[in-house]
């Protein structure tokens, strides 16, 4: 199950600021194989034992890596923690998306494929299941929050 919270909330268990706590800690742990390759799939990026990145476009650091890329390691290191995954493009929102046991923030939803298996909680409250559950929650959503004058 994917844990989706929707109200932004301060704590020491959510990263809101992917980039920077990426660059602050997870980029300094030990990658493993399947994260390596993770790199390799959403940033066509090649990690080398020295924690650099060869790209089509040069060298850089692995500080370097996209947004999107940092938020799905920041997930995968971390999976204890709420983490915000507004910043990512399509590509990084399919591969969370067949992840489990995860718990993410958003605001607003995305478009992205979700699979039809996939089961969703939205707040610890309501559960949903693949992309018709997810469109159908945020209609009852926006519809709350016009309702409100959120």
Avoid at 116 to 144: C, I, M, P, Q, T
Wanted: proline share 3%; net charge negative; hydrophobic share 35%.
């Amino acid at each position: 199950m994917i844990d989706i919270y929707t109200e932004k909330k301060n704590s020491k268990d959510w990263i809101l600021k992917n980039d920077l706590y990426f660059n602050l800690s997870t980029s300094n742990e030990e990658m493993s194989k399947e994260e390596i390759e993770l790199i390799r799939e959403v940033d066509d990026a090649i990690l080398t034992p020295d924690k650099h990145i060869e790209t089509k476009y040069g060298l850089g650091t692995i500080r370097n890596l996209s947004s999107g890329c940092k938020t799905l390691l920041n997930i995968v290191k971390h999976p204890e923690k709420v983490v915000c995954v507004e910043e990512c493009g399509p590509n990084v929102l399919k591969k969370i998306f067949e992840m489990d046991n995860i718990k993410v923030y958003m605001s607003r939803p995305s478009f992205m494929e979700i699979p039809k298996n996939v089961r969703l909680r939205f707040n610890d409250k309501e559960v949903v299941v693949g992309s018709a559950g997810y469109h159908a929650w945020w209609s009852k959503e926006y519809e709350r929050r016009e309702g409100h004058d959120l």
